[in-house]
């Protein structure tokens, strides 16, 4: 088995990739880091330039999204598949969207 950090995929084989939504910090930071590890071509999602910049610092493609605009999941889709010549394996789809308000029975 495989360590993190250690490639699993067998030499000359294609990456698969991914995309991980909410990635700006906790578990999808996390994910997209470890599966970039991995040997996945991770592009990965944040709403904050800073964020981005931090994801890209560590090898990965980051792109901004924000699901209150439409054009940014049409942009995200619209690059990712450009970039993969149509191929997407996995989505981890981590981003949250909250509507604040009282719970009721």
Do not use: H
Request: charged share 25%; net charge negative; glycine share 10%.
């Amino acid at each position: 088995m495989a360590r993190l950090g250690q490639p699993t995929l067998p030499p000359g084989e294609a990456l698969r990739t991914i995309i991980v939504t909410g990635a700006s910090s906790g578990i999808g930071a996390y994910c997209a880091r470890a599966l970039k590890a991995e040997g996945w071509r991770v592009f990965a999602t944040a709403r904050q330039p800073e964020d981005i910049a931090a994801l890209e610092a560590d090898g990965i493609e980051a792109f901004y999204l924000d699901y209150r605009e439409p054009v940014s999941i049409e942009t995200l889709v619209a690059s990712v598949l450009e970039r993969t010549e149509g191929r997407l394996d996995a989505l981890f789809n981590n981003g949250a969207y909250a509507q604040p308000g009282a719970v009721e029975d």
